[in-house]
Structure formats: structure tokens, C-alpha cells
């Protein structure tokens, strides 16, 4: 099973001299959009989306709860400039069908990718779970509970991360955080996703260079 | 800094974390007294520690003879006058707010002056903890991770009376005992926990949704953060009903919607879903192995 790709602009996913960029043939079940206009094609295993903060609803339309069709988002999470991760988030309908996700997944895996399988609701699972936890560390900060470094080292020894939470947002970029938080918070409306202090000046202090 | 603290006491010395505290100061050539109220508990752990340094011997990470020396620093008993001898305390008995206060409470009577009360509380204020001690501004948070003896990250937080002597002192001894303090405030949970239970809850949420299966959702979380653990298996793993306990320590007191605990976590638990040690949580288990065998 072969997959195609409709490019426009450089991909967050597969960046410029990625691999999988180079792995294209030319009968392809599986088609890849990134970032170029969505043309629906029944014929195809799998059509895939590459998404930011939207929905897959907004490329495929909706139909209160109904909708799905050979058509999925994708997205592989990436923080700030870092290396793409081997983690690639599947996005489905409530119709998906079985057959389209199969095959989507086979051609990612194929390409040594990890693939999750999610619902098509806002900040997927890495957002919707780590953006609330980026805003209270960056509150945390603002409110003298700790240092960013003792924070982050509490998290790496006490935890066994990588890295900590103020570490890796400020890698991620905070205006990034800013855009990503501000389209969950549309979603949601709670305080978790509200975009944090240090995120808006960094939006702000964007927006003037 | 050099510690002036010769002789440590271990309050609970027969529970997961004071076992563990104790090793870490036996180890680094404290004179440590445990003290349990549970003699059984206390035996256990004594035979725990037994085992551990046996098998640090056979790793090359410690010599007989200084194992030899490490188990005869340390002394085990049930009676609270005992504790007189010792420079620091460090209480890690059941986390409840009144156990603690009456212990201090007792313990301000039964120690010199100078001897100086730490308390391994996750959820609980130091400053709470201390009122009542009639030494407040000698009590300190130390914070342990789980497991102690390996973890070297402790979070010390001074209460709102604590003496900067204190904090000082505490300091000392945890770079003296070959630990790492963190310093932070006397707020719920810390950082640690502050920052986990939430972000635990949020993920029993996005299952609750329907976002993700749990194991996609620890994939995910696994596979872009390097985390070791993902959320759900790190919650079968400490127990749904530890997670809906530290949700009832810290929504009451922080009212954070993300620290309330899920409706599908104390379902679970009403459901007997615990987590590994019922043999079924978000995972299942099978219940006739022993964890990690
Ligand atoms: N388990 C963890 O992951 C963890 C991590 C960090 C901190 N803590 C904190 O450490 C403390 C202990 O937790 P644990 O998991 O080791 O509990 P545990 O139940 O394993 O041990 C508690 C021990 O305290 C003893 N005890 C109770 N009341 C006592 C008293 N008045 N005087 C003397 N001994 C008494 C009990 O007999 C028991 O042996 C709690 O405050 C907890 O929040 C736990």
C-alpha cells in the first residue's frame, strides 16, 4: 500500500528532508495533504489531513455526529523546532471508516511512525493534556511557588521526565503556547486553558517584532 | 554547609516512606531512630532494610562492613520518649491532618528545644501541621519521593513560621544525607503534585470523553514527552483510590476544577477498578503474578 502526497508550503509533520517525504509511489491508496486544500476522493483506502489547532470537521464538514468517511487529520507532535517525534495523532469521526484507519495506519507505521488513534476534538490527547499543565507551571512561576529550574528538575528527578514543564514550553515557544491555549480555551472556556501570563506578553511581544 | 544534626528519628518508620527515610539517613552516617506505633510494621521494615542492603552488597554498591555499619545506626522502637536524643524528626506516619498535629504535639514536649520537626506530607500545609507544635518556626516540610531510598529529590518548604535557622538547617542535612532539596512554597501538593494529580485527572478525563483509549492516551504521552509512565498506568499503579484520596485533599482546599476528581475515577473505584492491586484498573492484570516478577 502506497501513499501520494499534496504538498503546499513545508510541513510541520515532515519538514523539509524528511524521509517520509521521499517515500511516494505513484499508485497510491493513501493520499497526504499537507497544508494544501482537501479534495475528497471515495476511490482512496485513506484520504489524511495534516491539521493544526482546527478540527477535521472544518476540512470534511459535519453532520451532527454522523460524519466520517475515508477522511482523517493527522498530526506528529513536534515541540518548537525539536526533531518531529515518532508519534503521529490519528485523528477520526464518529463514522471513520475502519478500513480508511487501517490503512492510514499502515503506510505511518510502515514509515517506522507510532500511531495513536483520537477523537476529532480540540487539542486531540498531547494539547488537551499537556496545555493545562504548561499554563499552572507558568502560573506557578508568576506566583513564587518555586524556580523555573527547581521546577523543572523536580520533574525530571521526581518524575523521571525528560524535561521539565517550563523547559519545554519556552522550547515549544510561548507564543506558540499562547495560539495553541487561546484555540483550546475557544473551545473549552475553563481557566486550565486560558493562555498563561508569560504566554500573552510573549504573543504581545511577537506581534511587535 | 556542614549539618550540626548527628541523630535523626524517623516517625513511622514502619510505613513505605519512613522505611525508606530511614535508609537514606542510616546510609549517610546518621544515628536514625525509627519509631513506629506498629511494632509488626516495624519488624517488617527492619527486615526490609535487611534485604535492601543485602542486595546493595551483592551489587558492589556497598561494602559488608559499612552494611554492618549502616544496620547498627539504626534502632527500632515504639516508645515516643525515645525520640528525646534526636537533633531532626522527620514524621512520615499516616496522612491525616490531626495524626500529625497530635504527634507534634506530643513530640514538642519529649525534645530538647533545639530539635527541629520535618514532615514528608504530599497533600498537607507545614504550616497547618506545625500550629500546635509550640515550635512552628522549627518545623519544615521534606518532602520524599517514593521510593526514598532511591529518589534523590526532596522538596523542603518552610511553613509561614518557619526560622530561615530552620529552612537552613534542613537544607544542610539533605545535602549531608547525599539528597537534592528543591525549595518551594507551602502550597497544596508542592510542585510534584501539584503539577501531577491534575494532569493524572485530566487524563482519566480525556478517556471519560472519549478522546483516546487509555493506552493511546499513554502511547501519546509516553512516546512525545519520554515520560517512563503514562498517566493511566502510573494511576493503576499508586491505586485509583490514592488518586481520588489526593483529589479530596487538594479540591477542597485549591478548588481547581482539574483537581476534582473525575466521575469515572470514583466509579471506578465503586466498581472495585483499583488499579494492579485489584487486578484491574484502566489496564487489566492478571492478578496471579507479582509486579514486576
Ligand atoms: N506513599 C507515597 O508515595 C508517598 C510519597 C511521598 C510522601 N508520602 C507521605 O508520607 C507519609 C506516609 O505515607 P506512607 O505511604 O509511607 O504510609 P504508610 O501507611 O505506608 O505508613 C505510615 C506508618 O505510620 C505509622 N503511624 C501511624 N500513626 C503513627 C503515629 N502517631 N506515630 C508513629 N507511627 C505512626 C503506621 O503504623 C505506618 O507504619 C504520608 O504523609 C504521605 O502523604 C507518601
Same mark, same amino acid.
Given at each position: 500500500?502506497?501513499?501520494?502526497?499534496?504538498?503546499?508550503?513545508?510541513s510541520?509533520?515532515?519538514?523539509?528532508?524528511? =524521509?517520509?517525504? *521521499? !517515500?511516494?509511489?505513484?499508485?497510491?491508496? &493513501?493520499?497526504?495533504?499537507?497544508g494544501?486544500? /482537501?479534495?475528497?476522493? $471515495?476511490?482512496?483506502?485513506?484520504?489524511l489531513?495534516e491539521?493544526?489547532t482546527?478540527?477535521?470537521?472544518?476540512?470534511?464538514?459535519?453532520?451532527?455526529?454522523?460524519e466520517?468517511?475515508?477522511?482523517?487529520?493527522f498530526?506528529r507532535?513536534?515541540?518548537?523546532?525539536?526533531a518531529?517525534?515518532?508519534?503521529?495523532?490519528?485523528?477520526?469521526?464518529?463514522?471513520?471508516?475502519?478500513?480508511?484507519?487501517?490503512?492510514?495506519?499502515?503506510?505511518?507505521?510502515a514509515?517506522?511512525?507510532?500511531v495513536?488513534?483520537? =477523537?476529532?476534538? *480540540? !487539542?486531540?490527547?498531547?494539547?488537551?493534556? &499537556?496545555?493545562?499543565?504548561?499554563?499552572a507551571? /507558568?502560573?506557578?512561576? $508568576?506566583?513564587?511557588?518555586?524556580?523555573?529550574?527547581?521546577?523543572?528538575?523536580?520533574?525530571?528527578?521526581?518524575?523521571?521526565?525528560?524535561?521539565?514543564?517550563?523547559?519545554?514550553?519556552?522550547?515549544?515557544?510561548?507564543?506558540?503556547?499562547?495560539?495553541?491555549?487561546?484555540?483550546?480555551?475557544?473551545?473549552?472556556?475553563?481557566?486550565?486553558?486560558?493562555?498563561?501570563?508569560r504566554?500573552?506578553?510573549?504573543?504581545?511581544?511577537e506581534?511587535?517584532? | 554547609?556542614i549539618?550540626?544534626?548527628?541523630?535523626?528519628?524517623?516517625c513511622?518508620?514502619?510505613?513505605?516512606?519512613?522505611?525508606?527515610?530511614?535508609?537514606?539517613a542510616?546510609?549517610?552516617?546518621?544515628?536514625?531512630?525509627?519509631f513506629?506505633t506498629?511494632?509488626?510494621?516495624?519488624?517488617?521494615?527492619?527486615?526490609?532494610?535487611?534485604?535492601?542492603?543485602?542486595?546493595?552488597?551483592?551489587?558492589?554498591?556497598?561494602?559488608?562492613?559499612?552494611?554492618?555499619?549502616?544496620?547498627?545506626?539504626?534502632s527500632?522502637?515504639?516508645?515516643?520518649?525515645?525520640?528525646?536524643?534526636?537533633?531532626?524528626?522527620?514524621e512520615?506516619?499516616?496522612?491525616?491532618?490531626?495524626?500529625?498535629?497530635?504527634?507534634?504535639?506530643?513530640?514538642g514536649?519529649?525534645?530538647?528545644?533545639?530539635?527541629?520537626?520535618?514532615?514528608?506530607?504530599s497533600?498537607?500545609?507545614?504550616?497547618?501541621?506545625a500550629?500546635?507544635?509550640?515550635?512552628?518556626?522549627?518545623?519544615?516540610?521534606?518532602?520524599?519521593?517514593l521510593?526514598?531510598?532511591?529518589?534523590?529529590?526532596?522538596?523542603?518548604?518552610?511553613?509561614?513560621?518557619?526560622?530561615d535557622?530552620?529552612?537552613?538547617?534542613?537544607?544542610?542535612?539533605?545535602?549531608a544525607?547525599?539528597?537534592?532539596?528543591?525549595?518551594?512554597?507551602?502550597?497544596?501538593?508542592?510542585?510534584?503534585?501539584?503539577?501531577?494529580?491534575?494532569?493524572?485527572?485530566d487524563?482519566?478525563?480525556?478517556?471519560?470523553?472519549?478522546?483516546?483509549?487509555?493506552?493511546?492516551?499513554?502511547?501519546?504521552?509516553?512516546?512525545?514527552?519520554?515520560?517512563?509512565?503514562?498517566?493511566?498506568?502510573?494511576?493503576?499503579?499508586?491505586?485509583?483510590?490514592?488518586?481520588?484520596?489526593?483529589?479530596?485533599?487538594?479540591?477542597?482546599?485549591?478548588?481547581?476544577?482539574r483537581?476534582?476528581?473525575?466521575?469515572?475515577?470514583t466509579?471506578?473505584?465503586?466498581?472495585?477498578r483499583?488499579?494492579?492491586?485489584?487486578?484491574?484498573?484502566f489496564?487489566a492484570?492478571?492478578?496471579g503474578?507479582?509486579?514486576?516478577?
Amino acid at each position: 500500500m502506497g501513499y501520494s502526497i499534496v504538498a503546499n508550503g513545508e510541513s510541520r509533520s515532515f519538514p523539509n528532508g524528511d =524521509a517520509f517525504l *521521499a !517515500g511516494t509511489t505513484d499508485k497510491a491508496d &493513501v493520499v497526504i495533504y499537507l497544508g494544501a486544500e /482537501l479534495v475528497a476522493d $471515495d476511490s482512496k483506502a485513506a484520504i489524511l489531513v495534516e491539521l493544526g489547532t482546527e478540527s477535521l470537521g472544518r476540512h470534511t464538514g459535519e453532520a451532527s455526529g454522523e460524519e466520517g468517511s475515508n477522511v482523517l487529520g493527522f498530526a506528529r507532535y513536534r515541540n518548537g523546532s525539536d526533531a518531529p517525534s515518532k508519534l503521529v495523532e490519528l485523528v477520526r469521526q464518529p463514522r471513520t471508516k475502519d478500513s480508511a484507519i487501517a490503512a492510514a495506519k499502515a503506510v505511518l507505521e510502515a514509515a517506522g511512525l507510532t500511531v495513536v488513534v483520537c =477523537a476529532d476534538q *480540540a !487539542g486531540r490527547i498531547i494539547d488537551r493534556l &499537556v496545555r493545562p499543565k504548561y499554563n499552572a507551571a /507558568l502560573r506557578f512561576l $508568576d506566583e513564587g511557588l518555586a524556580t523555573a529550574k527547581d521546577m523543572d528538575l523536580t520533574c525530571r528527578l521526581g518524575l523521571g521526565y525528560a524535561d521539565g514543564p517550563i523547559e519545554r514550553v519556552e522550547r515549544g515557544g510561548l507564543a506558540h503556547h499562547h495560539d495553541v491555549t487561546k484555540a483550546l480555551f475557544d473551545v473549552f472556556a475553563t481557566p486550565a486553558y486560558a493562555p498563561a501570563r508569560r504566554a500573552i506578553v510573549a504573543k504581545q511581544r511577537e506581534k511587535k517584532t | 554547609m556542614i549539618s550540626s544534626i548527628k541523630t535523626v528519628a524517623v516517625c513511622g518508620a514502619g510505613g513505605t516512606m519512613g522505611a525508606g527515610i530511614a535508609i537514606v539517613a542510616a546510609r549517610a552516617g546518621f544515628s536514625t531512630i525509627c519509631f513506629d506505633t506498629a511494632t509488626a510494621s516495624l519488624d517488617r521494615a527492619a527486615k526490609q532494610t535487611e534485604g535492601f542492603f543485602a542486595k546493595s552488597v551483592e551489587r558492589g554498591k556497598i561494602s559488608a562492613p559499612d552494611k554492618d555499619a549502616v544496620m547498627a545506626r539504626l534502632s527500632r522502637t515504639t516508645k515516643l520518649d525515645d525520640l528525646a536524643a534526636a537533633d531532626l524528626v522527620i514524621e512520615a506516619v499516616f496522612e491525616d491532618l490531626s495524626v500529625k498535629k497530635d504527634l507534634l504535639g506530643k513530640l514538642g514536649k519529649v525534645c530538647p528545644e533545639p530539635t527541629i520537626f520535618a514532615s514528608n506530607t504530599s497533600t498537607l500545609s507545614i504550616t497547618e501541621i506545625a500550629s500546635g507544635s509550640g515550635r512552628d518556626d522549627r518545623v519544615v516540610g521534606l518532602h520524599f519521593c517514593l521510593p526514598a531510598q532511591l529518589m534523590k529529590l526532596i522538596e523542603v518548604s518552610p511553613g509561614i513560621n518557619t526560622s530561615d535557622a530552620t529552612l537552613n538547617a534542613a537544607w544542610a542535612w539533605c545535602e549531608a544525607a547525599g539528597q537534592l532539596p528543591v525549595k518551594t512554597q507551602d502550597k497544596p501538593g508542592f510542585i510534584l503534585n501539584a503539577l501531577l494529580v491534575p494532569f493524572n485527572n485530566d487524563a482519566i478525563r480525556a478517556v471519560e470523553a472519549g478522546v483516546a483509549s487509555p493506552a493511546d492516551v499513554d502511547t501519546a504521552i509516553k512516546l512525545a514527552l519520554g515520560y517512563k509512565m503514562g498517566p493511566l498506568e502510573l494511576i493503576d499503579l499508586v491505586g485509583l483510590d490514592t488518586q481520588v484520596r489526593l483529589c479530596e485533599a487538594f479540591y477542597p482546599v485549591t478548588l481547581d476544577p482539574r483537581a476534582a476528581a473525575p466521575p469515572l475515577l470514583t466509579r471506578m473505584v465503586a466498581a472495585g477498578r483499583l488499579g494492579r492491586k485489584s487486578g484491574r484498573g484502566f489496564y487489566a492484570y492478571d492478578t496471579g503474578k507479582m509486579f514486576g516478577g
